[in-house]
């Protein structure tokens, strides 16, 4: 099959190197603009563009689909290719029909949930905030509707009770590969059985925002510690700010403690509103870098009754 594919992220490169080095013609890779980072600005390659150059695939990188001279350059290109297939996974962009409707067997999504729960931008920090402890990948045939076209391959995977973001991330981007894989082979063999979502059963996971990571002390140890795990939490220690990226929650209890208080000091373990503890593993405090718990303590000295707001 001649195929386009449409990424960004980190998370689509599995996918991408899935089509790369399969029998598959990859005629055109498409992927959002390049955005400057750091200092001194420079312009950095998005993942998709990096893995395709390494291919040396073309890149095509519009600002819009919809609307402008770009959309219609790129409508031109992709009319031009006539793609069997579009493959779609963390692009970015919103697809108007005229390109639904383009190839002959459509537009596939890779999307990191279990359809049709955790439809939208952000399914991998929401179901780790929701304490949901199984999730995974699905392909789906798009329609004009945000993720709710129908499910055509399914693969489910365990959540790690303290497993963070980033891992979960990871290990949801090289099952994406391997589902796009499965659906291509069934695309090829029209094994395909495609399943309409029961909307019923849906729930939207939208763009996370920087303030759902400041931690609220007042709430149980299990919405502190998704909190951490989903979105990397934050507080105030002293006048300083720190991060936590990683965090378990304690099988000690200390209902007497004011919600916020450090217990135990030994372990960095902190009183929340149900009076469990939630203990930090990894942290980074403000103007430093990321680090051990254990490493922060030698250098900070915890007293007993402080507090983090």
């Not at 763009?207 to 939490?233: C, P, Q, W, Y």
């Not at 105030?236 to 919600?259: Q, Y």
Request: charged letters at 25%; one cysteine or more; a negative charge.
């Amino acid at each position: 099959m001649k195929i386009v594919i449409m990424g960004t992220p980190e998370f689509a490169v599995p996918c991408l190197r899935t089509l790369a080095e399969s029998s598959h013609e990859v005629a055109a890779v498409f992927t959002q603009p390049d955005k400057p980072k750091g200092r001194g600005y420079k312009m950095i390659p998005t993942p998709v563009k990096a893995a395709a150059e390494e291919y040396g695939l073309p890149v095509y990188q519009p600002l819009s689909l919809r609307k402008g001279e770009d959309a219609e350059q790129s409508m031109k290109i992709l009319n031009d290719i006539a793609p069997d297939l579009i493959v779609v996974t963390a692009y970015g962009q919103i697809l108007p029909k005229e390109i639904l409707d383009l190839p002959r067997y459509g537009c596939i999504n890779i999307h990191a949930s279990l359809l049709p729960k955790y439809r939208g931008a952000a399914p991998i920090n929401w179901v780790l905030l929701n304490g949901e402890t199984v999730t995974g990948v699905t392909s789906m045939q798009m329609s004009e509707g945000l993720d709710t076209g129908d499910m055509l391959i399914r693969k489910s995977t365990d959540i790690g009770k303290n497993e963070t973001y980033e891992e979960l991330y990871a290990r949801l981007s090289a099952m994406g590969g391997e589902v796009l894989a499965e659906t291509l082979e069934a695309v090829e063999n029209g094994t395909l059985v495609p399943e309409k979502q029961d909307d019923a059963l849906s729930c939207y996971s939208p763009m996370i925002r920087k303030e759902m990571s400041a931690l609220d002390f007042s709430k149980t140890a299990a919405e502190v510690h998704n909190t951490i795990r989903g979105v990397t939490g934050f507080a105030m220690l002293g006048d300083k700010r720190i991060k936590v990226f990683r965090s378990e929650i304690s099988d000690n209890i200390a209902p007497d403690a004011g919600d916020g208080t450090i217990v135990d000091t030994e372990r960095f373990s902190v009183k929340c509103g149900d009076g469990r503890l939630v203990t930090f593993l990894e942290v980074q405090p403000e103007g430093k870098k990321r680090m051990k718990t254990e490493d922060f303590i030698r250098g900070r000295k915890l007293a007993k009754g402080e507090k983090l707001n």
